[in-house]
């Protein structure tokens, strides 16, 4: 593999028994805090409000290296859709009348007329 890659064998075994450098280890320190600020907020918070919290707490970091943190590690924001109200019961609009009340058989053909919205 070395050779394909045009390295020695030597140096492969250096880099990879080398230390971890100053950025990785910023890095790593970094990707905790990350992961506590997304952790302490149930996973709800984004890569745009874990940047802003963290800029709060006065830890400097730009939204696209949370971003490109969180997508590396594959922590994703968990929304949960609001609830949406469909029907509005306190309305002014004139209501039918429930003349078949439940009762749903016929007993001959064109009994009941039905629709539905």
Request: proline letters at 3%; one cysteine or more; a positive charge.
């Amino acid at each position: 593999m070395c050779s394909i890659l045009g390295v020695s064998k030597s140096g492969y075994f250096k880099w990879l028994n080398r230390p971890k450098s100053d950025r990785q280890k910023q890095h790593e320190k970094l990707s905790q805090k990350i992961l506590q600020t997304h952790l302490e907020f149930k996973q709800r918070y984004g890569s745009v409000k874990i940047a802003k919290t963290l800029n709060r707490r006065g830890v400097k970091v730009s939204e696209r290296t949370v971003s490109r943190i969180m997508t590396k590690n594959q922590w994703k924001s968990c929304t949960v859709k609001k609830h949406k109200a469909t029907t509005n019961s306190k309305h002014q609009h004139p209501v039918s009348e429930n003349v078949l009340n439940r009762q749903f058989k016929a007993s001959k053909p064109n009994q009941f007329w039905v629709s539905e919205i």
